[in-house]
């Protein structure tokens, strides 16, 4: 069964500081992507990491996946109250030839104050 | 465009009722899913269709039935729910089921239901 990890779960952070959430998870699998979510709101796509050592950057947040230690991070750098949100990372878990069986973290709940 | 539509926003209905919601994209997307998402929880997958045929069913109760009329629709027929049915139910689409041009899902707005 696949288990996939993030911590930390909350996260209260200051402007302008650096932090990073992980994820990890329990089998073998290269896909691996992160969400956002705003309270009441859907799931809005940030990251698709698809191989090991790739590395992705959009604005203050990176995300990056190294597949041998089953390990993906999300920095966040110089954080600013809008990245206050909820982040999920999701690993695909092939089923019966096809891909698309997303198994999400518990996600980090990221606040960010001034 | 990347929009994934739901209908309705918003449903209350009680344990006897006949309600279905609705998904529509038009990415030219050939894979599409359900998800349900209880408050303070992640996402969990109901259902994914692929080529509009059903290629996965995590042991979703049989009050839920999935129905994909063509590409670009996909329904959930809801009946005789319970109470702790009350969820967010997301839909979703991504463009290439079989993984080889495996990109991100992309979600709908969720419709928010309410089982009394």
């Known amino acids: 069964e696949l288990k996939v990890e993030q911590n930390p779960l909350f996260l209260s952070m200051q402007e302008g500081k650096n932090y990073t959430i992980y994820c990890n998870y329990s089998t073998t699998s290269d896909r691996l992507y992160w969400y956002r979510q705003d309270p009441g709101k859907s799931l809005e796509s940030l990251f698709v990491?698809?191989?090991?050592?790739a590395v992705k950057q959009e604005g203050r947040l990176m995300a990056s996946l190294d597949t041998k230690a089953r390990l993906s991070t999300l920095h966040i750098t110089a954080a600013v109250h809008d990245l206050s949100a909820t982040y999920f990372c999701a690993v695909d878990l092939p089923y019966g030839g096809s891909q698309g069986n997303l198994i999400f973290g518990k996600g980090t709940k990221l606040s960010v104050k001034p | 465009d990347t929009e994934v539509t739901q209908t309705p926003k918003h449903l209350v209905m009680g344990m006897t009722n006949k309600k279905s919601l609705k998904c529509e994209q038009h990415m030219g997307h050939r894979a599409m899913y359900w998800y349900k998402q209880k408050a303070k929880k992640p996402p969990e997958l109901m259902f994914v269709y692929s080529y509009e045929k059903l290629s996965i069913n995590e042991s979703v109760p049989s009050r839920f039935s999935p129905e994909c009329p063509n590409s670009s629709l996909l329904n959930l027929h809801l009946h005789a729910l319970q109470p702790e049915d009350s969820a967010l139910y997301l839909c979703?689409?991504?463009?290439?089921?079989?993984?080889?041009?495996?990109?991100?899902?992309?979600f709908g707005p969720g419709t928010r239901l309410l089982v009394l």
């Open positions: 990491l698809l191989s090991n050592g």
């Open positions: 979703a689409s991504s463009q290439d089921p079989s993984g080889s041009q495996q990109e991100t899902q992309y």
